[in-house]
C-alpha cells in the first residue's frame, strides 16, 4: 500500500495495455459472486499498478501491471454549437447497424429534419462490383431527441461506431450524435450514472475547403503528437484508419497553466485511400507540430479518433487526500462536463 | 426482363431466409432461376465447383403473397440471374422480424437485386432497410447448362439417418483422411468408410429403410445386401452436411456404383438435390 504522505494532490496519467488488464476483469460472473473488495491503486516508486482482489476466507488475489507515463492528446470540441443533435437507445442504433455488411469500413449518415438514414459509403461501394450497397431508415420517432439544423450526409469509420455501440450498451443511458458539416467531426456521448463517455470521430471532408474552416483549429502539443505522426506517417494511406486513444485532462487545479495551453485538436481529414501526396504527410504534420496554426484540410490525409473517458466516483474526499492510491475510482471529471465542453482553456 | 415480388407472412420469410443461409453454405456463387411458377437456385456442375451440382426448387406461391415477372421472352419467360449467395442471406437475415419483404430485379448502375425490408418499430414509424445486390444477368445462350440435372438409375435408394449424426461422424473422419466411402444396401444399411495406411473407420448406420424403387427388375436382381459403393471427397460431403441447418422433413440417398452420389432433400416444401461425383 502506498501511503502518500503529501498534502498536496497528485495525478497520474498513464497507460496500461488492455491486454494485461481485460484478462483480470475478465470473468464477470465469478467476480461478481466471490469477490468481496477490488482494491486498485498504483506504486509510483515500482511504476505499476496494483489490483488487488479480496476473496472470502481471507483469500487476497493480487495482479501487478506496469504502466508508462503518457501526455494524451487533447481535443477542443464543443458539442453544444453542433447543428445536429440526436438522442437515441444504444440498442435501436445498434439493430440499425446490423444491417451492414461487415467488410466496409465507412458509413454515411444522412440526415434531413424528418428523417435519419445510415447508408454503405458511395466511395467504398463503386470500386468493389460484388459489394451490396444497403440504406437504413430510421423514423425520428425512434429517437428520444432528434434536432437537425441542416440536410448533412456525414461519413465516418464503420468499426469505431460499431465499438462504440458495444461499448454503450453496456451502460443503460441513451447514446446522444452531435454533428455538423462533412470534414468537422462527430462526437458520440453516453451519459449514465457511472460514468460519462465522449468519442469523437473524424468524418470524411467533402471539398478541401470545407475542411479549413474555422472549426478545424489544429492545435498541436509538441513531443507526442510529432512521434505519433512521424510513426505513422509511413503507413500506406489506402484503408489506414490511424487511431489515437487518449484520456481525460486532468482539472485544472491540479496541473500548472503552462500545459492546458499544449493542448491538440482533432485534424479533420481527407479520406484514407487518397494516394496523392502520400509523401507529403511527414512534412505537413511537422509544419503543424511546430506552427500552432491551422492546418489546411486539403493536407490532411490520415484519420484517427480520440477517445474521452472520465470516471465518475462517489468518493471526491478520499481522492484528494490519497491521489495515488486509486486510478480507476478517481474522478477528475466533474468540473469539467458542467460545460459540456472538453476544453479546458 | 422484370421481377417483383413480395412476402409478408413472417414463417414464409422465415423459411426462405433458412433456404436462402442453406444455399450460402452449399455454394459461394449460385444462379437464380425466376420463372412463373417457381424459384430455383442452381449450382452447375462445373470444374470451378469441382464437379458437384445442386438444384433447389421451391414453388413460388408458397412463400410470396405478390409475385410478376417478365422473363427474357414470350417463348422463353425466365430469368436466370447469378449472385453471391452469402449476400442474398445476408439481407434476409436483417428482415427476421419484418413486416413484410420485397424483392424486386433493377438496375440503378448496375444490374441488381434490390431487398427491400418494412421493419416493425417501436413507434408508429416503420423502419425500411433496402439492400441492393449486384447481380449477373446470364445470357440466353447459357441457359442450356443450368437445366434440372437427370438423375441416372441408382443402383440402391436409401433413406438417410439423422444429418446431425452423419455430419458430426464426417466431420471427424475429416482429420484422418479425405477421401470417404460411402456404401449402402437395399437392407437399410449404410456404411460412411475412411482408410489410411494406418487405420481403417467405418460407420454403420442399420434399419434405416429403402423407398421404393422405380424399376422393379433392377431390385429384383439384386442382391439386397449387396453393397453399393462411390468413394468421394470427403469435404464436398462435409459442405453438404453442414448446410443443413434444420432436419429436412425427408432425406435420401441415391448411389450409382463409382459414378456419385445423389442426396434428394425436401425442407418442407423446398426441394434440393445435391450431386457428388466419384473420385476419379
Given at each position: 500500500m502506498n501511503e502518500n504522505e503529501h498534502d498536496t494532490t497528485l495525478n497520474l496519467k498513464c497507460k496500461l495495455g488492455m491486454k494485461s488488464i481485460l484478462p483480470i476483469f475478465r470473468c464477470l460472473n465469478s467476480l461478481e459472486r466471490n469477490i468481496e473488495k477490488c482494491k486498485i491503486f498504483t506504486r509510483s516508486d515500482k511504476c505499476k499498478v496494483v489490483i488487488q482482489f479480496f476473496y472470502r476466507h481471507g483469500i487476497k488475489r493480487t495482479h501487478n501491471i506496469c504502466?508508462?507515463?503518457?501526455?494524451?492528446?487533447?481535443?477542443?470540441?464543443?458539442?453544444?454549437?453542433?447543428?445536429?443533435?440526436?438522442?437515441?437507445?444504444?440498442?435501436?442504433?445498434?439493430?440499425?447497424?446490423?444491417?451492414?455488411?461487415?467488410?466496409?469500413?465507412?458509413?454515411?449518415?444522412?440526415?434531413?429534419?424528418?428523417?435519419?438514414?445510415?447508408?454503405?459509403?458511395?466511395?467504398?461501394?463503386?470500386?468493389?462490383?460484388?459489394?451490396?450497397?444497403?440504406?437504413?431508415?430510421?423514423?425520428?420517432?425512434?429517437?428520444?431527441?432528434?434536432?437537425?439544423?441542416?440536410?448533412?450526409?456525414?461519413?465516418?469509420?464503420?468499426?469505431?461506431?460499431?465499438?462504440?455501440?458495444?461499448f454503450s450498451e453496456a451502460t443503460h443511458a441513451p447514446i446522444s450524435i452531435y454533428f455538423d458539416f462533412p470534414g468537422k467531426p462527430l462526437a458520440l456521448s453516453i451519459d449514465d450514472m457511472l460514468v460519462e463517455a465522449n468519442f469523437i470521430l473524424a468524418t470524411l471532408a467533402d471539398e478541401p475547403s470545407r475542411a479549413s474552416s474555422p472549426q478545424s483549429l489544429c492545435l498541436s502539443q509538441k513531443q507526442k503528437r510529432s512521434d505519433l505522426i512521424k510513426k505513422k506517417a509511413g503507413k500506406n494511406a489506402t484503408g489506414q484508419t490511424?487511431?489515437?486513444?487518449?484520456?481525460?485532462?486532468?482539472?485544472?487545479?491540479?496541473?500548472?497553466?503552462?500545459?492546458?495551453?499544449?493542448?491538440?485538436a482533432l485534424e479533420n481529414c481527407g479520406h484514407p485511400g487518397m494516394k496523392r501526396a502520400n509523401g507529403d504527410i511527414s512534412e505537413v504534420s511537422e509544419s503543424s507540430v511546430s506552427?500552432?496554426?491551422?492546418?489546411?484540410?486539403?493536407?490532411?490525409?490520415?484519420?484517427?479518433?480520440?477517445?474521452?473517458?472520465?470516471?465518475?466516483?462517489?468518493?471526491?474526499?478520499?481522492?484528494?487526500?490519497?491521489?495515488?492510491d486509486s486510478l480507476a475510482r478517481a474522478s477528475d471529471s466533474e468540473e469539467d462536463m458542467n460545460n459540456g465542453s472538453f476544453s479546458l482553456s | 426482363m422484370k421481377f417483383r415480388a413480395k412476402i409478408v407472412d413472417g414463417a414464409c420469410l422465415?423459411?426462405?431466409?433458412?433456404?436462402?443461409?442453406?444455399?450460402?453454405?452449399?455454394?459461394?456463387?449460385?444462379?437464380?432461376?425466376?420463372?412463373?411458377?417457381?424459384?430455383?437456385?442452381?449450382?452447375?456442375?462445373?470444374?470451378?465447383?469441382?464437379?458437384?451440382?445442386?438444384?433447389?426448387?421451391?414453388?413460388?406461391?408458397?412463400?410470396?403473397?405478390?409475385?410478376?415477372?417478365?422473363?427474357?421472352?414470350?417463348?422463353?419467360?425466365?430469368?436466370?440471374?447469378?449472385?453471391?449467395?452469402?449476400?442474398?442471406?445476408?439481407?434476409?437475415?436483417?428482415?427476421?422480424?419484418?413486416?413484410?419483404?420485397?424483392?424486386?430485379?433493377?438496375?440503378?448502375?448496375?444490374?441488381?437485386?434490390?431487398?427491400?425490408?418494412?421493419?416493425?418499430?417501436?413507434?408508429?414509424?416503420?423502419?425500411?432497410?433496402?439492400?441492393d445486390i449486384p447481380i449477373k444477368v446470364i445470357p440466353r445462350k447459357?441457359?442450356?447448362?443450368?437445366?434440372?440435372?437427370?438423375?441416372?438409375?441408382?443402383?440402391?435408394?436409401?433413406?438417410?439417418?439423422?444429418?446431425?449424426?452423419?455430419?458430426?461422424?464426417?466431420?471427424?473422419?475429416?482429420?484422418?483422411?479425405?477421401?470417404?466411402?460411402?456404401?449402402?444396401?437395399?437392407?437399410?444399411?449404410?456404411?460412411?468408410?475412411?482408410?489410411?495406411?494406418?487405420?481403417?473407420?467405418?460407420?454403420?448406420?442399420?434399419?434405416?429403410?429403402?423407398?421404393?424403387?422405380?424399376?422393379?427388375?433392377?431390385?429384383?436382381?439384386?442382391?439386397?445386401?449387396?453393397?453399393?459403393?462411390?468413394?468421394?471427397d470427403i469435404r464436398k460431403l462435409l459442405q453438404f452436411l453442414a448446410g443443413q441447418q434444420v432436419n429436412p422433413t425427408k432425406?435420401?440417398?441415391n448411389i450409382v456404383t463409382n459414378k456419385m452420389v445423389h442426396f434428394d432433400l425436401l425442407h418442407e416444401d423446398v426441394s434440393l438435390q445435391y450431386f457428388i461425383p466419384a473420385l476419379s
Open positions: 504502466f508508462q507515463e503518457s501526455q494524451p492528446l487533447q481535443v477542443i470540441f464543443d458539442k453544444n454549437v453542433c447543428t445536429n443533435t440526436l438522442m437515441i437507445q444504444p440498442r435501436l442504433l445498434a439493430d440499425a447497424i446490423v444491417f451492414f455488411t461487415s467488410s466496409q469500413e465507412e458509413v454515411t449518415l444522412a440526415v434531413t429534419p424528418l428523417n435519419f438514414c445510415l447508408k454503405s459509403s458511395n466511395e467504398e461501394s463503386m470500386d468493389l462490383s460484388n459489394a451490396v450497397y444497403s440504406e437504413m431508415f430510421v423514423g425520428s420517432d425512434d429517437f428520444d431527441f432528434f434536432q437537425i439544423g441542416m440536410d448533412t450526409e456525414i461519413t465516418f469509420c464503420f468499426k469505431e461506431l460499431k465499438g462504440i455501440l458495444t490511424l487511431e489515437c486513444i487518449s484520456r481525460k485532462a486532468a482539472p485544472r487545479r491540479i496541473y500548472p497553466k503552462e500545459t492546458l495551453t499544449n493542448i491538440s506552427n500552432t496554426e491551422e492546418v489546411p484540410g486539403s493536407l490532411c490525409l490520415r484519420k484517427f479518433s480520440c477517445m474521452f473517458f472520465g470516471a465518475v466516483s462517489s468518493d471526491q474526499q478520499e481522492h484528494f487526500n490519497h491521489p495515488f | 422465415n423459411h426462405f431466409t433458412r433456404i436462402s443461409n442453406m444455399i450460402a453454405k452449399l455454394a459461394k456463387t449460385c444462379t437464380l432461376r425466376i420463372s412463373p411458377d417457381k424459384l430455383n437456385f442452381i449450382l452447375c456442375d462445373k470444374l470451378a465447383n469441382g464437379g458437384v451440382s445442386m438444384w433447389c426448387e421451391l414453388e413460388q406461391e408458397n412463400f410470396f403473397s405478390e409475385f410478376q415477372m417478365e422473363g427474357f421472352s414470350a417463348e422463353n419467360n425466365e430469368i436466370y440471374l447469378e449472385l453471391t449467395s452469402e449476400n442474398l442471406s445476408r439481407a434476409l437475415k436483417t428482415a427476421q422480424n419484418a413486416r413484410a419483404l420485397k424483392i424486386k430485379l433493377t438496375n440503378k448502375h448496375f444490374p441488381c437485386l434490390t431487398v427491400s425490408v418494412e421493419l416493425f418499430s417501436m413507434s408508429n414509424s416503420s423502419r425500411i432497410a433496402t439492400h447459357l441457359w442450356k447448362d443450368l437445366q434440372e440435372p437427370v438423375v441416372p438409375d441408382p443402383d440402391v435408394s436409401i433413406y438417410l439417418p439423422v444429418l446431425k449424426t452423419m455430419k458430426s461422424v464426417v466431420e471427424k473422419m475429416k482429420n484422418i483422411s479425405s477421401h470417404l466411402v460411402i456404401e449402402a444396401n437395399l437392407d437399410g444399411e449404410l456404411n460412411l468408410k475412411i482408410e489410411t495406411e494406418l487405420v481403417c473407420v467405418t460407420t454403420h448406420f442399420k434399419d434405416l429403410g429403402n423407398p421404393p424403387l422405380a424399376s422393379e427388375s433392377t431390385s429384383q436382381d439384386r442382391n439386397p445386401e449387396h453393397m453399393a459403393e462411390v468413394h468421394i432425406a435420401l440417398c
